[in-house]
């Protein structure tokens, strides 16, 4: 059977047409005066694993069409396109996939863009290979790194990411991102009710004193493939009573405006935990993010239908102020507020998967 690749089909006109050059005062804002802060660049649409709430098998099978690499944005195309990125306020690069480790000569472009100056560049990866990596991607210039890990127990593990990997493989990964300094370690756990959901309280206990960072995500109905149900969703306010119970638990303030999760720490001084709740604590007045995809295109929501086909003006030849200038269009032209908009129907509609722009 032939696999349609769930991509972006209809993709917006190459990019807004501007017509004077982009000399605005002040810094650049959407239509909700939200600042462009954290650009997400997905390196790859690669993964290893094939975690059920962002590619599950059944749809990212063995004949699943991924990106040719000729199609991927090269490591030079990436690097002016941050750049111009960063001359309109960008102070975060996350580097996201599929798996960003899958990419070849990753610590290369790290390097490329650790010479941006007053950036932090970060990166998410599901961890199984930074006992390999993590010291040159540290050398490279890279700051910090967050983990993605669903189960402290193998049988659930296996259930949530449908990889042949076992736990011990992301805590060597964990721990080898610590010891090459790329730390304080965010710990990402999505929680999907009647799946996962029973080993929070472990997780939590084992986090503790860690100094890594745990946070806890709602599982979200991103893309069209994963089968997202509503009833399916353990609301952040019942992990935080969970936890609260055996370990007692205060909030405390966001580090910036726009921080996605929102903190809590122990009240004994085990640490620090965050929720990040995005069905049911919608965080869009103050989303600062925009995602660039694999292959060159602009998304400026995660829950994006379309994006904006920024490697074509880029192979077309466009120079600097061309490409600054669409870019600010874009953002310009911003609205997106899909989490406070959230309906069964929105739910259902076709969405660009997250393996492919990256979460
Ligand atoms: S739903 Fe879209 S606009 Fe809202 S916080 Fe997420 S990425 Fe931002």
Redesign the pocket.
């Not at 997106?336 to 406070?340: A, T, V």
């Given at each position: 059977m032939r696999v349609i690749p769930i991509r972006d089909a209809a993709t917006s006109p190459l990019l807004p047409e501007v017509t004077a050059p982009l000399a605005v005062d002040g810094p650049l804002l959407d239509r909700r005066g939200r600042s462009l802060r954290d650009l997400r660049i997905s390196v790859t649409d690669r993964c290893n694993f094939r975690c059920i709430y962002c590619m599950p098998r059944e749809v990212f099978g063995h004949d699943y069409p991924f990106l040719p690499r000729e199609a991927l944005l090269s490591f030079e195309e990436i690097t002016r396109v941050a750049r111009l990125f960063v001359a309109q306020g960008v102070r975060k690069i996350r580097i996201t996939g599929g798996e960003p480790l899958l990419r070849k000569d990753l610590p290369r472009l790290i390097e490329m863009l650790a010479g941006l100056d007053g950036v932090e560049l970060t990166l998410t990866t599901n961890g199984v290979l930074l006992p390999r990596l993590a010291p040159g991607l540290k050398a490279a210039g890279l700051h910090r790194v967050t983990v993605s890990l669903d189960a402290l127990d193998d049988p659930t593990f296996r259930r949530m990411n449908d990889a042949d990997f076992p736990v011990a493989r992301v805590l060597d990964g964990i721990a080898a991102a610590r010891d090459a300094g790329l730390g304080p370690v965010k710990v990402n756990m999505v929680v999907k009710r009647g799946t996962n959901d029973q080993g929070i309280e472990a997780m939590a206990n084992h986090f503790r004193h860690s100094g890594h960072i745990l946070r806890f995500i709602e599982f979200m109905d991103v893309g069209s493939s994963n089968g997202w149900k509503m009833d399916e969703v353990l609301p952040s306010r019942e992990v935080v009573a969970r936890i609260d119970r055996l370990f007692p638990l205060e909030p405390i303030d966001p580090n910036y405006e726009g921080e996605?999760a929102e903190r809590w720490r122990y009240r004994d001084g085990a640490g620090e935990i965050g929720v990040i709740s995005?069905v049911t604590h919608?965080?869009?007045s103050t989303?600062t993010?925009l995602r660039l995809s694999t292959e060159g295109k602009l998304y400026?929501?995660?829950?994006?239908q379309n994006g904006h086909d920024l490697r074509a003006l880029l192979r077309a030849g466009a120079d600097d102020e061309r490409l600054h200038a669409a870019i600010a269009a874009v953002w310009r032209q911003r609205e997106?507020?899909?989490?406070?908009i959230r309906t069964a129907a929105t739910a259902a509609a076709r969405k660009i998967e997250m393996s492919y722009i990256g979460g």
């Open positions: 996605v995005s919608a965080f869009c989303c993010r400026t929501c995660l829950f994006a997106d507020r899909y989490s406070e």
